[in-house]
């Protein structure tokens, strides 16, 4: 035992024991008929646990990459469990908590997480810096995803030129959304270009190979237990009187970001602010410019209800002022506690918002 705790490292050894014993726990749950409301927060804390060891996988993968490519793989990594738990959403019928889930994610990564990681990062190092083109690139490509989501919103209402065909313009969107997508890889790598980290211990540096096993194997755990969180969801909404609308925007974006919270804090409190940054950013952009499209390419064939881009007037604005603030504060590649502590403050205000819309009674 010795000898493994110190090949893998006690944070690791944790992490892992954690993510087993959460799976664990909510699978025997699901078996014993246990109360929705116990099975929705154990398969939440469950979540969290595999992502903080996609975490460490996607970590251990950065002393072999640069600060770029490890962002863009973080990050795509990261947002895996939102994937499945949308895709099983979508085919229960929740495409209010789905399409709250991803604005929502969009919203915690650029002012929850960011914000947290420039207050811890500022209270511990003072003004941190970063990469300006890179994250010029990306409040720019924010925008882009306000407008993608505005104007179909604009277009099909009653009396506007495309009313009535919002799932045909979503779907010109989509493509117009993956097309960006693409292109905007090669210069994400490109303007965060720096040396792959150093591992603290490289006695704990992991093979390529067990960096693939151990993401391909969290990767299936977080497909499993996605299923079973959103199975829990609509009936612990429904017994916490709490609206899809909160649920999509809080709780299952934060617990859809889960890798992006512990990594992105961790590095800015490392004092690796482009690491932190690069990651969050990416993770965002992932979702506006990957994930949201995918998902409205998928609805077309899942069978159940089509997710559109046509957004409730809130949300579209909610995104329209995260983007603007986060342009404003990111746009001169540097950071302090306080411009962290504006982002989490419009988090908090954003999230009050929706505290008291209708619950679910259905």
Known sequence: MPGI????????????????????????????????????????????????????????????LGVGATGVVQSALGNLPELFISIFALRAGLVAVVQTALIGSILANSLLVLGLAFVIGGLRHGPQTFSRPASRMTAMLLMLSVASLAIPTLATAPGAPDFGHGSSLSVVVAVVLLIVFAGSIPMTIRGS????????????????????????????????????????????????????????????????????????????????ADLAVSLILNSSLQVALFLIPVLVLLSMVLGGPVLTLVAPTLLIAALGLAAILGALIIFDGESNYLEGLALVGLYVIIAASVWFGPSVVG
């Open 5 to 64: 705790v110190e090949r893998i490292g006690v944070r690791t050894l944790i992490v892992s024991v954690a993510a087993l014993v959460a799976t664990g726990v909510s699978a025997l749950l699901r078996m014993t008929s246990a109360s929705d409301i116990s099975i929705f927060i154990a398969t939440a804390v469950a979540l969290a646990a595999l992502a903080s060891v996609v975490s460490e996988g996607t970590e251990q993968l950065g002393t072999r």
């Open 193 to 272: 270009i720096g040396p792959a980290r150093q591992h603290p211990n490289p006695a704990q540096r992991w093979s390529l190979a067990v960096c693939m096993l151990v993401l391909a194997l969290a990767g299936l755990g977080a497909a499993l237990v996605s299923d079973w969180f959103v199975d829990a969801l609509k009936p612990a909404m429904r017994s916490l009187q709490l609206s899809a609308e909160f649920v999509g925007l809080v709780i299952v974006a934060i617990a859809g970001n889960a890798v992006e919270n512990v990594v992105g804090i961790t590095a800015a409190a490392r004092n690796e």
